[in-house]
C-alpha cells in the first residue's frame, strides 16, 4: 500500500515492524475474524488471542526477550500483499486523540521517519488518508490509544460520528 513512499526493498532489509518487545506488543497486527480463519487453514499450529472482535497473534517470547511474528520468515512477510492493515499502512498508525481520528507515524521507521514532512503528508493526501480513516471506521479494533511518542500528521473526525 505504500510501495510509492517505501520500497520493498528497504522493507525486506529490515524487520524492525515484525518483532516486538513486551512494551510494544500492543503495536502487534490486529487480525480481523476471516483473516483469521484463512491464517488458521495456511498454518493450523498458529495461536490467536483475542483482541476485541478481533485477534493477535500468540507470540510466544524468544530467547533473546523479543517476539517475533509467526509470519515473519528468512525473506519477510509469508503473507505479501495479504498481511493485515495494519501492517500495510505501517509506519503510518490510526489513533484515537482525544475522541478524534488521528494519523500518526512510528518513528522506528528507519526509512520513513526520515523522509521529509512534505512527502509523508502528500502520500496521505493521494488518498491514503481516506483509506485509512474509512478502515478505521469500519474496524475501530484497529485505532491505537493515542502515544505521545507518534508525531501527528492528520486528524480527522470525531470517532464514532
Ligand atoms: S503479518 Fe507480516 S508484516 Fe505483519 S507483523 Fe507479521 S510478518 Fe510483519
Same mark, same amino acid.
Request: glycine content about 6%; charged content about 25%; hydrophobic content about 35%.
Given at each position: #500500500?505504500?510501495?510509492? /513512499? ?5 522493507? !525486506? ?6 518483532? &516486538?518487545?513486551? *512494551? ?5 497486527? /490486529? $487480525?480481523?475474524? =476471516? #483473516?483469521?480463519?484463512?491464517?488458521? =487453514? ?11 472482535? +478481533? ?9 533473546? %526477550?523479543? *517476539? ?7 525473506? %519477510? ?19 484515537? &486523540?482525544?475522541?478524534?481520528?488521528? $494519523? ?14 512534505? !512527502?509523508?503528508? !502528500?502520500?496521505?493526501? +493521494?488518498?491514503? !488518508?481516506?483509506? /485509512?480513516?474509512? =478502515?478505521? =471506521? ?7 490509544? *493515542?502515544?505521545? %511518542? *507518534? ?7 470525531? $470517532? %464514532?460520528?
Amino acid at each position: #500500500m505504500l510501495k510509492d /513512499i517505501l520500497s520493498p526493498s528497504d522493507c !525486506a532489509k529490515c524487520r524492525v515492524c515484525c518483532v &516486538f518487545d513486551h *512494551y510494544d506488543l500492543w503495536e502487534s497486527p /490486529i $487480525i480481523p475474524d =476471516e #483473516m483469521k480463519k484463512s491464517l488458521s =487453514e495456511l498454518d493450523p499450529e498458529l495461536e490467536f488471542i483475542p483482541r476485541n472482535d +478481533s485477534w493477535v497473534f500468540n507470540m510466544n517470547g524468544s530467547d533473546d %526477550g523479543l *517476539y517475533y511474528c509467526p509470519m515473519l520468515t528468512d525473506n %519477510g512477510c509469508r503473507l505479501g500483499d495479504s498481511k493485515p492493515f495494519d501492517c500495510r499502512i505501517w509506519p503510518y498508525r490510526v489513533m484515537d &486523540f482525544r475522541g478524534r481520528f488521528v $494519523i500518526t507515524i512510528a518513528s522506528i521507521c528507519p526509512v520513513m521517519y526520515k523522509k521529509p514532512l512534505n !512527502a509523508l503528508i !502528500a502520500e496521505l493526501d +493521494s488518498g491514503l !488518508a481516506d483509506t /485509512i480513516f474509512a =478502515e478505521a =471506521e469500519n474496524n475501530p479494533d484497529i485505532i491505537k490509544e *493515542y502515544d505521545n %511518542g *507518534y508525531p501527528i500528521l492528520k486528524v480527522g473526525g470525531y $470517532i %464514532g460520528e
